[in-house]
């Protein structure tokens, strides 16, 4: 998938109802590990400084998230 397909497929899902998970900032170089070794690069988006100190992700599957959730969050 070329880098033009990638952002056209997660601009599409993020349109709908994405699986958000919310991380501390200091968690963000182990949770783009996480998701290089276990999600497809265009199912997740990564939007920095959503709050203070906080991170968030967006997923295009459920069990994503919660597989996140559990290996990062907590």
Known sequence: MTPQE??????QWM???PYE???HSDLHRKAIAWCKEN???ESYV???WSSVYIHTM???NSADA????KSIVF
């Open 6 to 11: 990638q952002a056209d497929y997660k601009r």
């Open 15 to 17: 349109m709908t109802n």
């Open 21 to 23: 998970v919310n991380f």
């Open 39 to 41: 999600v497809a690069p």
């Open 46 to 48: 990564l939007h920095k």
């Open 58 to 60: 967006y997923f295009e």
């Open 66 to 69: 919660i597989n996140f959730k």
